[in-house]
């Protein structure tokens, strides 16, 4: 077991981090949303994971995605991927570098245990949200994240027992309310918690 396994299990227990290892997570998006998402993720023991996104790093993605400066055009899949990897070398990433598209999302995440919704296109939500609704795998959502202040505003909502949605329903991204890396990341922290929280209570 890697030192921070053994150092996880020690607080939570073997079960738990069996369950966590064996674990596969789908994240749909490795912007800020999805990149930081999956950073928590490894730093609470996860290690197996599909990530898919067909974008580069930019200068302006610094201000709240899991990127460095020396990253910059670089594919957002391949960066992430050894961003994690320099948290735990024991991480297992199967990157996409490819849109997500209703044609591929099923070869994408349909063998993973729980996907995260991180995109920023409204129409690629929908297709998501609606193929794994539909299929029971249990989904983390994101909706109304933008701008800064009040971040008690940052809520999960419960639509069902597999499917959660986190953010004030309201606030999207966009010029007038930009996306900062304060409230992203709170909500790509509890989109995080939801998944552990699926995984480790599991039976």
Request: with cysteine; glycine share 10%; net charge negative.
């Amino acid at each position: 077991m890697d030192t921070l396994h053994a150092a996880l299990a020690a607080r939570i227990g073997d079960k738990r981090m069996g369950r966590i290892a064996s674990a596969r997570i789908g994240i749909a998006g490795a912007g800020g949303l999805g990149s930081n998402c999956a950073m928590h993720l490894v730093r609470m023991g996860f290690r197996r994971f599909v990530i898919a996104d067909f974008d580069r790093v930019e200068p302006s993605n610094l201000n709240r995605q899991f990127f460095f400066v020396h990253q910059v055009g670089e594919k957002k899949v391949a960066a992430l991927s050894s961003n994690l990897a320099a948290i735990n070398p024991e991480v297992e990433v199967e990157a996409h570098g490819v849109r997500v598209t209703e044609e591929n999302m099923g070869g994408l995440f349909d063998g993973c245990d729980a996907v995260v919704e991180a995109f920023d296109c409204v129409e690629a939500k929908q297709l998501l949200v609606e193929r794994y609704y539909k299929k029971g795998t249990f989904l983390v959502a994101a909706s109304g994240i933008g701008g800064w202040g009040n971040a008690d505003r940052i809520v999960t909502r419960k639509i069902n027992a597999a499917f959660y949605v986190v953010g004030d329903g309201v606030s999207e991204a966009d010029e007038v309310c930009p996306p900062l890396s304060a409230v992203v990341s709170i909500a790509a922290a509890k989109q995080a918690d939801l998944v552990f929280t699926r995984i480790v209570d599991s039976d």
